[in-house]
């Protein structure tokens, strides 16, 4: 499994393992990010890896800046179960 990381071409941050990708959509405006949907393809599902892709995903927010905008309900959930993150949103 590769470590989640940025692909800012393709406005999404990603997460490879076994020849899949995962990846959490994102939109950049200034400064708020707002998060679009998150995608898990079936192999890897179950794993955690959404989990872990958003957790990255949010400390890359918080190094950066950003206000969060969780408009995929994967996203709104996480933040709504970490307390810790909640101070991101916009």
Do not use: W
């Not at 590769?2 to 076994?18: C, V, W």
């Not at 020849?19 to 959490?24: E, I, L, M, N, Q």
């Not at 959509?25 to 708020?32: I, N, Q, V």
Request: aromatic residues 8%; negative net charge.
């Amino acid at each position: 499994m590769t470590e989640p990381h940025d692909n800012p071409a393709q406005s999404r941050f990603e997460l490879e393992q076994d020849g899949d990708t995962a990846f959490a959509a994102y939109r950049l405006t200034g400064d708020t990010i707002t998060f679009t949907h998150t995608i898990v393809p079936k192999p890897l599902e179950g794993q955690g890896i959404a989990s872990r892709l958003i957790a990255f995903a949010l400390a890359e927010a918080r190094a950066k800046g950003l206000k969060v905008v969780p408009e995929c309900s994967f996203v709104a959930a996480y933040i709504e179960r970490h307390p810790d993150t909640q101070d991101l949103l916009a």
